[in-house]
């Protein structure tokens, strides 16, 4: 599943008439997803990066801004010293999509 989401782009939910994802969709697609966590609502998956330093965290947040950008699709950043934890859900929504996964393994393709 991961080589195909690769392949894909983001769609704009809001104007596709998307649904969130049910738990069990959601499950199904982190399962896939190494190391990203699912919020006990579904409505959001969460993964925490660790870097040696301030500037290894800046650079690896650069290479999420460029994905991000390029897929119209953002996700949360919060930035604790050598430590980046990412947050992606579809606010369009109100929860999870397709797209939000898609992000995810683009963004650990490249770190």
């Not at 939910?13 to 919020?39: H, N, R, S, T």
Request: with cysteine; glycine share 6%; proline share 3%.
């Amino acid at each position: 599943m991961v080589n195909d989401l690769l392949k894909k782009k983001c769609v704009p939910c809001e104007k596709k008439g998307i649904k969130p994802f049910d738990k069990a969709e959601a499950q199904k697609y982190v399962d896939q997803a190494l190391g990203w966590v699912l919020d006990q609502d579904a409505r959001k998956i969460s993964k925490e990066f660790k870097f040696q330093d301030f500037i290894g965290a800046i650079n690896f947040v650069e290479r999420v801004a460029d994905i991000a950008e390029m897929e119209g699709h953002h996700p949360d950043i919060h930035i604790h010293y050598n430590k980046v934890l990412l947050e992606l859900s579809t606010h369009a929504i109100g929860g999870l999509s397709e797209n939000d996964f898609i992000v995810a393994a683009k963004i650990d393709a490249h770190n």
